[in-house]
């Protein structure tokens, strides 16, 4: 199988290669070499100490200057761009010649047309050229910047033209070093026009190759035989790709650029693999991702021009090496062959654990979880599946206390995601499902079926890959029963990211916080606009319905139209709330009521030793005083809690205001509860946005996030009679000695299956356990 490399760029091209930056951000480079060599490396976490603190001693103004322009490019390289402005704003300010200024212009201008305002673009643009006078280099860095704004409103053979005209301009250039940094930048925009530009693009590559050969410049040298080995590769030419791939691999001897070394190992890896080496392949890709851990807390995950560094670089490398490893194994004796899918294993797990991270936009909580995890033997009666979704095909790998196991079976992964779509959708509509339950099981789990009959498996621990996320396993169907009838199912995100101690039981049972909002308050007034505004025209449109059947579909896909908010240093914040007016503010108050919620937490009153807040009671400020106290083992949230495709459009709603997940974590490890783990959150109202399979991430990062060891959440909405009756056995069954989470949740799945009620898989499949199954 070939995974193909990113368009454009690959985890971080160089920033002139993206914006061609101005002659005096690199000026700092005299005064500021540690924190440059720190930022070039990819150590921007220490790159930014270092350059705060010569920025915050600096005793002349020139440099104060250059500190504020390297710690702004240092922003912008880890995608904290909200912080880069000030620092811009005061270089371009403050600096002490006209040079200077336009250099800082340009950077000003670069930043602008990032956040998407190209008006602010074009004036920093317009100074910088005003202000350079004769300087040639500043000049063809505005202009190429100005082509890149401009380039969406031009046809290719114009844009090309346009570059042409630079290309020439730039041979005037007296800076072989500023030439081979424009070079790069016109190179990836003349890449970028296709077919009609790859000539000039090779131009711009080569010449980049040729003028950082000499000492001094090795970041730059890498950079343009990184480009122009991928030039070749693209066009097939894999011997030449491959020659420059090792050239680039030799100058890398003895430098600390990991970023860089990421993508050219992963090229290294794919080339070897197409020439059938597959021994060396392992090795490259292997490579690439050691490069990966060696940095993987200064990566940035945050998204760019769409695109997050996790989907498009990081996921292929380390999906790349697992394929080759299981595809390789099956020669091999069986000693070999085990220790050979435990190392898919591991890389699967390293996989996801930066998915989750990409997901949160938040590294401490998943090196937390990872750094705090206790683990005993797999039980002899448990199982964990990973299946793994390739293009051509579904890969099971099976581990038990015995050993490792793989089944592998051709599918394409655009019908095993429409089977999964057909089958949710079926679901959620209350319409015949079994077709797509049976199709799913064959392919699912009957592969695995004899090995864990044989075993004696009773519970089956499942860590989704994709779309699977998205898919209840409990409801496949093997033509007789559910697989929930065989085996109790749990989910982790990742095994290396789950406390697998054994539960305590403690006589009593747990203490528990029951919150719950049957009636909305004030909260209406926080959530996002485009959430809002897509209630309202729903229940305008669906008048004969349920106002709350209205409000749950449509949470569930408006989710996916909330904007991320453009920073991560803003955690805790949702984009800019609706402000409604007073017929309205009822108007969702109505939609959003949950009616069912006050006989939900009257049951469990009874079932566990509780302390209660509900509606009014259920305020952010009593929530989090609550849990502060370190008091709950359990904390139950009965309200609506919605997840999107990241954390930032993930929360859960208390009367007066909504709860982010940065919220949760911030309250369940403050005060007494920094120490301990939560047993159990369980948020009864939530679900997951229509179609995204990453929304279901949220649960995992909610429980994260929380430090609890699982947490219990649904897929869907349900019926509130359905979940009230769910919860209640859920909590009779957990207090059983003997019973894990897993089989308490089995065995209330199976009563509501029982029921004449709530027979169909649209009442009991969506409840899912996620983390700790113990």
């Not at 540690?34 to 930014?48: E, K």
């Not at 880069?84 to 704003?89: F, G, H, Q, V």
């Not at 069986?334 to 949160?360: G, I, P, S």
């Amino acid at each position: 199988m070939k995974f193909a490399p990113p368009a454009m760029r690959m985890l971080k091209l160089g920033l002139f290669a993206l914006y061609a930056i101005s002659p005096a951000a690199f000026a700092s480079e005299r005064t500021l070499e540690q924190g440059l060599r720190d930022c070039a490396s990819g150590n921007y976490n220490q790159a930014l100490s270092i350059l705060q603190t010569a920025y915050a001693k600096a005793e002349k103004n020139s440099d104060k200057v250059k500190a504020a322009s390297a710690l702004a490019q240092t922003f912008i390289q880890t995608h904290q761009t909200v912080k880069a402005e000030p620092y811009l704003s005061f270089a371009f300010e403050n600096a002490e010649n006209k040079l200077d200024k336009a250099g800082y212009a340009v950077d000003f201008g670069n930043w602008q047309q990032q956040q998407g305002h190209a008006g602010q673009a074009r004036y920093y643009y317009d100074a910088a050229l005003k202000l350079a006078g004769n300087d040639a280099a500043i000049a063809i860095s505005a202009e190429l910047n100005q082509h890149k704004l401009d380039a969406k409103k031009q046809a290719p053979v114009d844009q090309l033209k346009n570059l042409q005209t630079l290309w020439q301009r730039l041979q005037q250039v007296g800076d072989s070093v500023q030439v081979a940094r424009y070079s790069l930048n016109l190179g990836v925009q003349a890449k970028s026009l296709g077919a009609v530009g790859q000539a000039l693009a090779f131009q711009a590559f080569e010449q980049a190759r040729v003028l950082t050969t000499k000492p001094g410049q090795p970041r730059l040298q890498l950079e343009a035989l990184d480009q122009l080995a991928q030039m070749y590769e693209d066009a097939r030419r894999f011997d030449e790709a491959l020659a420059l791939t090792d050239q680039a691999l030799l100058a890398a001897q003895g430098q600390e650029v990991h970023d860089l070394l990421i993508n050219i190992e992963w090229r290294h890896g794919r080339i070897l693999r197409i020439q059938a080496k597959a021994a060396e392949a392992i090795a490259a890709y292997q490579r690439a991702v050691e490069h990966i851990e060696a940095i993987r807390t200064d990566i940035p995950v945050e998204y760019q021009d769409g695109r997050s560094s996790f989907r498009e670089t990081l996921e292929p490398v380390y999906l790349g090496l697992a394929d080759l490893l299981l595809q390789t194994s099956d020669p091999l004796d069986d000693e070999r062959k085990n220790a050979q899918l435990r190392r898919a294993r591991d890389v699967l797990e390293l996989l996801k654990q930066t998915e989750l991270q990409d997901y949160l936009g938040d590294r401490c909580a998943v090196d937390t979880a990872r750094a705090n995890r206790k683990s005993t033997m797999l039980a002899s009666d448990t199982a964990i599946l990973y299946p793994i979704v390739l293009p051509d095909r579904l890969e099971l790998l099976l581990e038990t206390g015995k050993g490792m196991y793989r089944h592998s079976l051709p599918m394409s992964a655009n019908k095993l995601r429409a089977d999964v779509i057909d089958f949710g959708n079926n679901l959620k509509d209350n319409l015949s499902f079994q077709p797509q339950a049976k199709r799913l099981y064959l392919a699912l789990l009957t592969p695995v079926d004899a090995e864990l009959t044989q075993q004696g498996i009773r519970t089956l621990v499942i860590v989704p890959d994709g779309v699977l996320r998205l898919l209840p396993f409990a409801a496949l169907h093997d033509g007789q029963r559910f697989a929930i009838e065989k085996y109790a199912i749990a989910v982790v995100p990742a095994l290396s990211l789950t406390n697998t101690n054994a539960r305590v039981h403690q006589k009593g049972g747990f203490k528990t916080l029951l919150a719950g909002m049957s009636e909305p308050g004030t909260v209406v007034d926080k959530l996002p606009n485009a959430m809002v505004e897509q209630l309202l025209n729903a229940n305008q449109q669906s008048a004969a319905m349920n106002g709350r059947q209205v409000a749950r579909a449509v949470l569930t896909r408006s989710l996916r139209n909330i904007p991320k908010p453009a920073d991560t240093s803003m955690t805790g914040k949702l984009p800019q709330p609706y402000v409604s007016k007073p017929e309205q503010h009822q108007q969702l108050q109505q939609m959003l009521a949950l009616a069912g919620v006050d006989e939900e937490i009257r049951t469990l009153e009874k079932l566990t030793i509780s302390q209660t807040l509900l509606n009014a009671g259920f305020t952010v400020a009593a929530f989090s005083q609550k849990v502060k106290t370190g008091d709950y083992q359990i904390v139950h949230i009965a309200s609506h809690g919605v997840f999107g495709g990241t954390a930032d459009t993930s929360f859960v709603m208390a009367h007066d205001d909504v709860i982010t997940m940065d919220n949760l974590q911030l309250f369940l490890r403050a005060g007494n509860m920094k120490s301990q783990e939560l047993e159990l959150l369980t948020l009864s109202a939530c679900e997951t946005a229509e179609g995204d399979d990453r929304a279901p991430l949220g649960l995992s990062g909610a429980a994260l996030k929380a430090r609890a060891r699982s947490a219990l959440g649904s897929l869907w909405p349900v019926s509130d009679d359905a979940a009230t009756l769910l919860m209640g056995q859920f909590y009779r069954s957990l207090a059983e000695p003997l019973t894990s989470k897993a089989q308490a949740l089995q065995k209330a799945q199976l009563k509501l299956m029982k029921n004449n009620n709530f027979n169909h898989p649209f009442y009991w499949a969506p409840f899912i356990m996620v983390g700790s199954w113990l």
